[in-house]
């Protein structure tokens, strides 16, 4: 598996070696070892899985806070998404800035997304599962998030307004100026 940093460090993007031959492929798709090598040493406890029957579905912008605050492995395992997450750790150097990747079922990619970022994606495709591999359960009065269409944020989403598929929970989270500063950036000295 190749590991490349983003235009965000604390992000990544993991690449798997797929091996095929005439029946199909074969890929490791999770590696302990491996991640720690580049750098992720995050306990994983919880595999979520999503379907989106239309293209131009939005999900997001989602995170958990203190004490389930969750890192993320996102890989999609039928069709397209763009990945998009948002850095809300008040003293990063990259506050509310973002990083958009998309991800596919035929490459196998993985984001890697760090506590402390908003996550949200919309598929490129019908009939798109998506796979999450996060690192504390999910926990219903812990979850926050920013609005998917906050201007400020300037998210390059390839559906416009009134062309996304949007829940009404997500329509109503808060921009990121009112969100509250649940998340601070801890730099690592070397």
């Known amino acids: 598996m190749r590991c ?13 070696n797929r091996h095929g031959d005439e029946r199909g492929y074969f890929v490791e798709s999770y590696n302990r070892n491996t991640l720690a090598a580049a750098g992720i040493t ?11 029957t239309s293209a131009g579905t939005v999900r997001g912008m989602h995170c958990q806070i203190d004490p389930m605050q969750q890192a993320k492995l996102v890989r ?14 008040v ?14 079922a035929e490459k196998g990619e993985q984001l890697y997304v760090p506590r402390g970022f908003a996550h949200g ?59 509250p500063q649940h998340f601070a950036f801890e730099q690592v000295s070397a």
């Open 4 to 16: 490349e940093t983003l235009a965000i460090p604390d992000a990544k993007l993991l690449v798997p």
């Open 42 to 52: 995050d306990d994983f406890v919880q595999d979520d899985e999503s379907l989106s």
């Open 76 to 89: 999609v395992l039928r069709g397209r998404i763009l990945d998009i997450i948002v850095d809300l750790r």
């Open 91 to 104: 003293g990063s150097p990259s506050f509310g800035r973002h990083v958009a990747v998309e991800l596919t």
């Open 121 to 179: 994606f919309c598929t490129l495709t019908q009939e798109t599962v998506v796979f999450y591999k996060k690192t504390a359960f999910w926990n219903l009065d812990l979850e926050v998030g920013v609005r998917w269409n906050d201007p400020a944020l300037a998210l390059p989403w390839p559906v416009t307004e009134t062309e996304a598929i949007v829940s009404a929970k997500d329509r109503e989270l808060p921009l990121l100026a009112d969100l």
